[in-house]
């Protein structure tokens, strides 16, 4: 079992909240970070984690998004290779809608080089 402390966490102003170890510190108090996105550094184990609210986009199925802006990400960063470690199934949020349209939920982590 891992010996990490857990914690919730507020996530854009306290709109949302995550439960994370605690050894992830907040990017925001070295430096700014856009308004859409949570940042959150170990620096000893060379990690992070990163929550970022994106655009809709409609060529892309919400059960693979997650996956595809992952993927988006790491040819941005002109990463040399990507693995896909993990993905969630799309599902409603609940009390969470833009207008009167329910907001979807995707997860995928990875791993870039």
Do not use: C
């Not at 919730?8 to 859409?36: C, K, M, W, Y």
């Amino acid at each position: 079992m891992s010996a990490d402390l857990y914690s919730e966490r507020p996530l854009f102003g306290g709109a949302i909240s995550t439960t994370f170890p605690l050894r992830f510190q907040d990017v925001s108090n070295i430096r700014q970070v856009p308004d859409h996105q949570e940042v959150f550094v170990d620096p000893a184990r060379d990690e992070s984690l990163i929550f970022e609210l994106l655009d809709y986009k409609h060529e892309v199925g919400d059960d693979g998004s997650a996956v595809w802006f992952l993927q988006d990400l790491a040819v941005e960063q002109d990463g040399e290779g990507f693995t896909l470690l993990e993905q969630s199934a799309a599902v409603e949020a609940p009390g969470l809608r833009y207008r009167n349209i329910p907001a979807v939920v995707t997860t995928a982590v990875g791993q870039m080089v």
